[in-house]
Nanobody, 127 residues
Framework: QVRLVESGGGSVKAGGSLRLSCAAFGYFGSTYCMGWFRQNPGKEREAVALINPGTSTTYYADSVKGRFTMSQDNAENTLSLQMDSLKPEDTAMYYC????????????????????WGQGTQVTVSS
């Protein structure tokens, strides 16, 4: 059973930085993908940054390119998201997600129906 636990959210002023971490527990197998999503109440979930280590591919939403950086520490089984130059529109609940299915991890386009999800961590950016 896979379990994901996010941490690092909080409140910051515009232009500030936050670093989110996702601790992964359980067996992932040799092929998997992980990433960060965000969602506000009443709005669709948005993929922020995704990684497929097996294919060495990453994805960043246009809205965060150049400001957010995702990194993975395999020794610690953690996935981090460094968020710099934060904007009020970055305010959302941020979720870590993981999957191992090829239909998700090697798909045309960005999929949001990942199998495993963390509980989320709130990020609030004030102007």
């Amino acid at each position: 059973q896979v379990r994901l636990v996010e941490s690092g959210g909080g409140s910051v002023k515009a232009g500030g930085s936050l670093r989110l971490s996702c601790a992964a527990f359980g067996y992932f197998g040799s092929t998997y993908c992980m990433g960060w999503f965000r969602q506000n109440p009443g709005k669709e979930r948005e993929a922020v940054a995704l990684i497929n280590p097996g294919t060495s591919t990453t994805y960043y939403a246009d809205s965060v390119k150049g400001r957010f950086t995702m990194s993975q520490d395999n020794a610690e089984n953690t996935l981090s998201l460094q968020m710099d130059s934060l904007k009020p529109e970055d305010t959302a609940m941020y979720y870590c997600a993981a999957d191992f299915r090829a239909s998700i991890c090697v798909a045309r386009g960005v999929r949001s129906d990942y199998l495993y999800w963390g509980q989320g961590t709130q990020v609030t950016v004030s102007s």
